[in-house]
């Protein structure tokens, strides 16, 4: 099954302190840190990819573009939303836009390929 344009995907979190820039180390403030919000957003372009991918494939991320717009404090509930808008053989391109309770708090394009998961594990591995 291919891949299709406007294909959508989402992904919830609520902000711990373990969420915060203080504590992921991009910052010193107890406000919800820019590479969690960067890990919603991928995971909500594998959400809208999954129902694509065959036995024993994965997706990985090789770029993102983004913005993060507005602070988010702690216990705020925050979601991303994605939506596939290229597809190029095995690489997959998002548009995504990141929310609390509040509204917008950030935007990202971002790239992801389709891999064989194993193949793509052993040849980690082998830089040991």
């Known amino acids: 099954m291919a891949i299709e344009i406007g294909c959508k995907g989402e992904a919830f979190a609520q902000v711990e ?9 991009s910052g010193d403030l107890l406000v919800y ?11 909500a372009a594998c959400e809208s990819i999954a129902p694509f991918l065959a036995e024993g ?27 596939v808008t ?3 053989g095995r690489k997959v391109c998002f548009d995504i836009v990141a929310y609390d309770e509040a509204g917008e708090i950030g935007r990202a394009t971002h ?3 389709i891999i ?5 594990l052993e040849k980690t591995y082998e830089k040991l």
């Open 17 to 25: 302190k373990e969420d915060t820039a203080q504590i992921v180390g």
């Open 33 to 43: 840190a820019t590479p969690c919000m960067v890990a919603l957003m991928e995971g």
């Open 57 to 83: 494939e994965s997706s990985v991320g090789t770029m993102i573009h983004v913005s993060h717009t507005s602070a988010t404090p702690v216990g705020m509930e925050v979601h991303a939303e994605s939506v």
């Open 86 to 88: 290229a597809v190029e």
């Open 111 to 113: 790239e992801r390929f």
């Open 116 to 120: 064989k998961a194993d193949r793509f």
